[in-house]
């Protein structure tokens, strides 16, 4: 640190060589006085060239003297203008782009193409490998949520959650691998255990525009293997005032739950300089889903069914699951908004802040098929893809959740200039997440003794079925279980960062030398209080035993059906009987104490990570060439403190009481880093990149715990020795892009990793006390090495130079390859290379439009391969992977008059399942977060939009 700083104190005296230099800067607009961002500005006989950030430029080292400054944007014609430039002072020009391309007309830029326009000359001059997409883009897509409007953007796929996108891969890597940032404020999670942000916290409508960075510059946070996203929100922008608002309503097919979405957006400038600005926004977008599924667990994922050795295998189904979900009640709101004052020579004060909460109230149902429960079971036929077993066991039960997480972020900073050229920026922030549960009740019913049977011959309707015993007569099942789980998670992040920059001339290249100092100070803690209960029932209100509870709360008289009517679900009890009952009979209940214990202790941590930070760069243009060299060095401390769990030889009791251990350490690390561009000609660049970053571990991952429960055959262990995953970036991409707004852009990359971090299975050892059934130990381990490598290709046009109607059509289509490859050691992996989990080897999107007059039409598919969601710590057969999937949505609008249009979205028209399987075998169905077959149908609103 102390290097970086001695290097730019010297660099800094050598700006006195600068001489009969001056600054200029002003604002680019378009016609109608919009400011326009990714403008290109380049000093006529000179290497000097810069770009527009939200409609203002800075050009340094610019010779004094009269000076001619060229301004270029895709979908207008070059402009050129000239200022007199005076030594050690800043002259001002302002520049309105007037005359468009001739295959476009003014208006069509001005409406229709502007989104695409202001994104693609981002992009242009990003001095990174990059994406960028407008909010005028955004909006003309049925995206309700941020990670849905990243699925269409080159290099990204999109991991779901019950239809809905939630997680973001971006060029295949997982989403743990990946920043995400608002404003360039880090956002804190609220995931339990992992580092991945849920992008559908976030409505997209609040983005001004969403900057993907997939190569990283040394000014920017090193944890971010795979990129990171920027969301941008709006600013008041000079002489244009803002004021929109959006009202649509709908239906979910399945389920026939409402669709509610509004919103509104209002900013100005005030006062006769306009130096003030204020800019609000608000979201509110209610989704009340259903949806079904069908999941498996299988002998080997546990390699232990209670049967002879050849029959550990895909053969065998421990138990498979019918689930109905015929509540998913989703809610989202946010607020968000920036406060400004413009200072002289183009320096501001901001403060920006928001909030986005997501609410997530859930009610499932399931039917368990428990083949190996119970101790006489065992299995009367098998074959490779049905089989028979007697004496199993079958469960109904009901889970009533409710989730509630929001985000927070706070930030204030300036940005100050010097007439010679210096800049300074500072800001300080505060992100808060937290995810509260205050209660998931799940109340079991068991049958017992039955002749249970199976076939999953085909692979998208595998069955299970009752031979011997009752699917939903309720005065068979028994009460068996009840269990509640309260949690609250916290993450909270203070950070701090101050940066200055110097104009240097070095030989032939000119530019700026960019130094500064970061912090981010991170605080988290997980909370879980967990209460198991048996299965004993005590007096109670309605008199009922454990052989009668079941029956005085099922209010169905016909059984349910799912799939359209293919399996028979039969019935269920009512939830709101089962929460009455709950609450009005507390004392009915028996506490396991000690599963209550050990999964109360299991679930909770608390982590404190600091993160500091210098870094030195430089961006230098010399010609068509830009060169971005640098380095970032980041120095990490942590203190994490978990629980120890240790049960006696009898696993019926705790060896010694609970006890928190808490572990510290600290790291540092160098990332140096390069990114250069070559202009070929005005639209066409070549962009190359060597850059490196880093993961570090999962936070449930790096805890000091041990948790361990009676009954469980595996054991966890957390590894607060895990060393932080490192990786070298190669970086390639050919960019052209069209007058007539579009572009073609061809890439390769490939990422080298280091200390990848995967969980791996040990047998127990005498010193593990885990009691008399864990045979396992499941901890997780740095592995040698892993790498990734791939392609991407996109294509973005306006057919204007099509006869007639024609030209009013365009494409938009990205496609992305990506192979991996890691080193894992375990069982069954000696000597075999498996990818790296979450990393998806094919995503893509075809996109078609039509934009004439005041219409709008947009037909979108969106593509994910298959790939390997889990390696397992067990077997290579218990991986899980998700079959690939491709969706249809559709998305339209009529302009009413100006500032006003009706629109529709039509979502998932495919009717598109999530699909998953586990180990080689395409009809042995997963479960959890990778069921077998979930299924959703479409939905869509129609709505109108107001703005002035």
Same mark, same amino acid.
């Given at each position: 640190?102390?290097?970086?700083?001695?290097?730019?104190?010297?660099?800094?005296?050598?700006?006195?060589?600068?001489?009969?230099?001056?600054?200029?800067?002003?604002?680019?607009?378009?016609?109608?006085?919009?400011?326009?961002?990714?403008?290109?500005?380049?000093?006529?006989?000179?290497?000097?060239?810069?770009?527009?950030?939200?409609?203002?430029?800075?050009?340094?080292?610019?010779?004094?003297?009269?000076?001619?400054?060229?301004?270029?944007?895709?979908?207008?014609?070059?402009?050129?203008?000239?200022?007199?430039?005076?030594?050690?002072?800043?002259?001002?020009?302002?520049?309105?782009?007037?005359?468009?391309?001739?295959?476009?007309?003014?208006?069509?830029?001005?409406?229709?193409?502007?989104?695409?326009?202001?994104?693609?000359?981002?992009?242009?001059?990003?001095?990174?490998?990059?994406?960028?997409?407008?909010?005028?883009?955004?909006?003309?897509?049925?995206?309700?949520?941020?990670?849905?409007?990243?699925?269409?953007?080159?290099?990204?796929?999109?991991?779901?959650?019950?239809?809905?996108?939630?997680?973001?891969?971006?060029?295949?890597?997982?989403?743990?691998?990946?920043?995400?940032?608002?404003?360039?404020?880090?956002?804190?999670?609220?995931?339990?255990?992992?580092?991945?942000?849920?992008?559908?916290?976030?409505?997209?409508?609040?983005?001004?525009?969403?900057?993907?960075?997939?190569?990283?510059?040394?000014?920017?946070?090193?944890?971010?293997?795979?990129?990171?996203?920027?969301?941008?929100?709006?600013?008041?922008?000079?002489?244009?005032?803002?004021?929109?608002?959006?009202?649509?309503?709908?239906?979910?097919?399945?389920?026939?739950?409402?669709?509610?979405?509004?919103?509104?957006?209002?900013?100005?400038?005030?006062?006769?300089?306009?130096?003030?600005?204020?800019?609000?926004?608000?979201?509110?977008?209610?989704?009340?889903?259903?949806?079904?599924?069908?999941?498996?667990?299988?002998?080997?994922?546990?390699?232990?069914?209670?049967?002879?050795?050849?029959?550990?295998?895909?053969?065998?189904?421990?138990?498979?699951?019918?689930?109905?979900?015929?509540?998913?009640?989703?809610?989202?709101?946010?607020?968000?908004?920036?406060?400004?004052?413009?200072?002289?020579?183009?320096?501001?004060?901001?403060?920006?802040?928001?909030?986005?909460?997501?609410?997530?109230?859930?009610?499932?149902?399931?039917?368990?098929?428990?083949?190996?429960?119970?101790? %006489? @079971?065992?299995?009367? $036929?098998?074959? +490779?893809? =049905? *089989?028979?077993?007697? /004496?199993?066991?079958?469960? !109904?039960?009901?889970?009533?959740?409710?989730?509630?997480?929001?985000?927070?972020?706070?930030?204030?900073?300036?940005?100050?200039?010097?007439?010679?050229?210096?800049?300074?920026?500072?800001?300080?922030?505060?992100?808060?997440?937290?995810?509260?549960?205050?209660?998931?009740?799940?109340?079991?019913?068991?049958?017992?003794?039955?002749?249970?049977?199976?076939?999953?011959?085909?692979?998208?309707?595998?069955?299970?079925?009752?031979?011997?015993?009752?699917?939903?007569?309720?005065?068979?099942?028994?009460?068996?279980?009840?269990?509640?789980?309260?949690?609250?998670?916290?993450?909270?992040?203070?950070?701090?960062?101050?940066? %200055? @920059?110097?104009?240097? $001339?070095?030989? +032939?290249? =000119? *530019?700026?030398?960019? /130094?500064?100092?970061?912090? !981010?100070?991170?605080?988290?803690?997980?909370?879980?209080?967990?209460?198991?209960?048996?299965?004993?029932?005590?007096?109670?209100?309605?008199?009922?035993?454990?052989?009668?509870?079941?029956?005085?709360?099922?209010?169905?008289?016909?059984?349910?059906?799912?799939?359209?009517?293919?399996?028979?679900?039969?019935?269920?009890?009512?939830?709101?009987?089962?929460?009455?009952?709950?609450?009005?009979?507390?004392?009915?209940?028996?506490?396991?104490?000690?599963?209550?214990?050990?999964?109360?202790?299991?679930?909770?941590?608390?982590?404190?990570?600091?993160?500091?930070?210098?870094?030195?760069?430089?961006?230098?243009?010399?010609?068509?060439?830009?060169?971005?060299?640098?380095?970032?060095?980041?120095?990490?401390?942590?203190?994490?403190?978990?629980?120890?769990?240790?049960?006696?030889?009898?696993?019926?009791?705790?060896?010694?009481?609970?006890?928190?251990?808490?572990?510290?350490?600290?790291?540092?690390?160098?990332?140096?880093?390069?990114?250069?561009?070559?202009?070929?000609?005005?639209?066409?660049?070549?962009?190359?990149?060597?850059?490196?970053?880093?993961?570090?571990?999962?936070?449930?991952?790096?805890?000091?715990?041990?948790?361990?429960?009676?009954?469980?055959?595996?054991?966890?262990?957390?590894?607060?020795?895990?060393?932080?995953?490192?990786?070298?970036?190669?970086?390639?991409?050919?960019?052209?892009?069209?007058?007539?707004?579009?572009?073609?852009?061809?890439?390769?990359?490939?990422?080298?990793?280091?200390?990848?971090?995967?969980?791996?299975?040990?047998?127990?050892?005498?010193?593990?006390?885990?009691?008399?059934?864990?045979?396992?130990?499941?901890?997780?381990?740095?592995?040698?090495?892993?790498?990734?490598?791939?392609?991407?290709?996109?294509?973005?046009?306006?057919?204007?130079?099509?006869?007639?109607?024609?030209?009013?059509?365009?494409?938009?289509?990205?496609?992305?390859?990506?192979?991996?490859?890691?080193?894992?050691?375990?069982?069954?992996?000696?000597?075999?290379?498996?990818?790296?989990?979450?990393?998806?080897?094919?995503?893509?999107?075809?996109?078609?439009?039509?934009?004439?007059?005041?219409?709008?039409?947009?037909?979108?598919?969106?593509?994910?391969?298959?790939?390997?969601?889990?390696?397992?710590?067990?077997?290579?057969?218990?991986?899980?992977?998700?079959?690939?999937?491709?969706?249809?949505?559709?998305?339209?609008?009529?302009?009413?008059?100006?500032?006003?249009?009706?629109?529709?979205?039509?979502?998932?028209?495919?009717?598109?399942?999530?699909?998953?399987?586990?180990?080689?075998?395409?009809?042995?169905?997963?479960?959890?977060?990778?069921?077998?077959?979930?299924?959703?149908?479409?939905?869509?609103?129609?709505?109108?939009?107001?703005?002035?």
């Amino acid at each position: 640190m102390r290097f970086i700083l001695r290097v730019a104190i010297g660099l800094a005296c050598t700006s006195s060589a600068l001489s009969a230099q001056g600054v200029v800067t002003g604002t680019v607009t378009d016609p109608s006085g919009r400011p326009l961002s990714g403008v290109l500005v380049l000093v006529d006989g000179t290497s000097i060239r810069t770009s527009t950030d939200r409609g203002q430029y800075r050009a340094l080292n610019v010779p004094a003297g009269n000076r001619t400054l060229t301004f270029r944007y895709i979908g207008y014609q070059p402009t050129s203008k000239t200022v007199m430039v005076t030594d050690g002072r800043t002259a001002t020009l302002d520049v309105k782009l007037s005359e468009a391309v001739t295959s476009l007309t003014a208006i069509e830029v001005r409406g229709q193409v502007v989104g695409q326009a202001s994104a693609l000359n981002q992009q242009r001059t990003a001095s990174t490998i990059s994406s960028v997409i407008d909010n005028e883009l955004v909006g003309r897509l049925p995206d309700p949520n941020m990670a849905e409007a990243l699925a269409r953007v080159p290099g990204i796929a999109v991991l779901r959650d019950q239809g809905e996108g939630r997680f973001v891969q971006i060029r295949g890597t997982s989403p743990n691998f990946n920043g995400m940032s608002i404003n360039g404020l880090r956002l804190a999670t609220p995931e339990q255990n992992s580092r991945q942000l849920p992008m559908d916290i976030v409505p997209s409508d609040q983005a001004s525009q969403i900057q993907v960075s997939k190569t990283l510059t040394p000014d920017m946070d090193a944890d971010a293997i795979g990129g990171n996203v920027n969301i941008v929100t709006r600013t008041a922008q000079a002489n244009q005032p803002l004021l929109n608002f959006t009202a649509a309503g709908g239906q979910n097919q399945l389920g026939g739950g409402a669709l509610v979405n509004l919103g509104a957006n209002a900013g100005k400038r005030f006062g006769k300089s306009q130096k003030f600005g204020a800019m609000f926004g608000g979201t509110y977008y209610r989704n009340d889903r259903a949806s079904q599924n069908v999941e498996g667990d299988w002998c080997s994922q546990t390699r232990n069914c209670g049967v002879g050795a050849s029959l550990t295998s895909l053969d065998a189904p421990n138990l498979f699951e019918y689930r109905d979900y015929p509540q998913v009640d989703r809610l989202r709101t946010g607020v968000n908004g920036t406060l400004d004052y413009l200072l002289s020579n183009s320096g501001k004060l901001f403060l920006r802040g928001s909030w986005n909460q997501f609410n997530d109230d859930e009610i499932r149902a399931r039917a368990r098929f428990r083949f190996r429960g119970g101790g %006489g @079971s065992r299995w009367t $036929q098998v074959n +490779a893809d =049905s *089989g028979v077993t007697t /004496g199993s066991q079958f469960d !109904r039960d009901l889970r009533l959740r409710e989730v509630m997480q929001d985000i927070y972020t706070a930030q204030l900073g300036g940005e100050h200039y010097t007439s010679d050229g210096k800049a300074l920026d500072w800001a300080v922030g505060f992100s808060r997440a937290t995810e509260n549960r205050p209660g998931a009740l799940t109340m079991g019913f068991r049958q017992s003794n039955m002749t249970l049977a199976y076939n999953f011959a085909n692979a998208d309707r595998p069955r299970a079925y009752v031979v011997t015993g009752s699917l939903d007569d309720p005065a068979r099942f028994g009460f068996n279980s009840l269990a509640n789980e309260v949690r609250d998670t916290r993450d909270e992040d203070l950070s701090a960062k101050i940066n %200055g @920059s110097i104009p240097v $001339q070095i030989g +032939a290249f =000119s *530019g700026t030398i960019k /130094g500064g100092l970061a912090a !981010r100070l991170k605080d988290r803690s997980n909370s879980v209080n967990v209460s198991n209960y048996t299965n004993a029932l005590g007096a109670n209100s309605l008199n009922a035993t454990s052989a009668t509870l079941m029956g005085l709360l099922t209010t169905e008289t016909t059984g349910r059906n799912l799939f359209d009517g293919d399996y028979a679900f039969g019935r269920t009890f009512d939830p709101r009987r089962m929460r009455d009952f709950i609450t009005a009979n507390p004392n009915a209940f028996t506490l396991n104490s000690l599963s209550s214990q050990t999964a109360t202790a299991g679930g909770s941590f608390a982590v404190r990570e600091d993160v500091y930070a210098g870094y030195l760069m430089a961006t230098l243009d010399a010609g068509a060439l830009r060169l971005v060299p640098g380095v970032r060095v980041e120095a990490t401390e942590v203190q994490n403190t978990g629980n120890l769990v240790r049960l006696n030889t009898a696993g019926n009791a705790l060896a010694e009481p609970i006890r928190a251990v808490t572990a510290s350490g600290s790291y540092v690390n160098v990332f140096p880093s390069l990114n250069a561009t070559y202009r070929l000609g005005e639209y066409t660049n070549v962009k190359a990149a060597v850059t490196t970053a880093l993961v570090r571990p999962q936070f449930g991952d790096m805890v000091p715990y041990v948790n361990v429960q009676a009954g469980q055959q595996t054991a966890s262990v957390g590894n607060p020795d895990l060393k932080a995953t490192t990786a070298i970036n190669y970086d390639l991409m050919v960019e052209h892009y069209f007058t007539n707004v579009g572009f073609i852009a061809v890439g390769a990359f490939a990422k080298s990793l280091d200390n990848f971090i995967f969980a791996t299975a040990r047998a127990r050892t005498s010193e593990d006390a885990v009691g008399p059934d864990a045979t396992q130990i499941i901890q997780p381990v740095n592995g040698p090495t892993a790498t990734l490598y791939g392609f991407e290709v996109a294509w973005q046009q306006n057919f204007t130079f099509l006869p007639g109607w024609l030209k009013s059509f365009g494409i938009n289509a990205n496609y992305t390859y990506t192979q991996s490859s890691a080193d894992i050691p375990g069982r069954g992996r000696d000597g075999v290379n498996a990818p790296i989990p979450e990393q998806a080897p094919q995503a893509g999107n075809i996109g078609l439009f039509f934009d004439r007059g005041p219409l709008s039409l947009r037909l979108g598919g969106n593509y994910a391969g298959s790939f390997v969601s889990t390696i397992s710590a067990v077997s290579p057969e218990a991986d899980t992977r998700t079959k690939a999937r491709f969706q249809v949505d559709a998305s339209g609008s009529y302009q009413l008059r100006r500032g006003m249009k009706l629109f529709g979205e039509f979502i998932n028209l495919s009717n598109t399942p999530l699909r998953a399987y586990v180990g080689d075998r395409p009809n042995r169905g997963g479960g959890g977060d990778d069921p077998s077959f979930e299924f959703y149908k479409p939905w869509g609103m129609l709505g109108i939009r107001i703005e002035r």
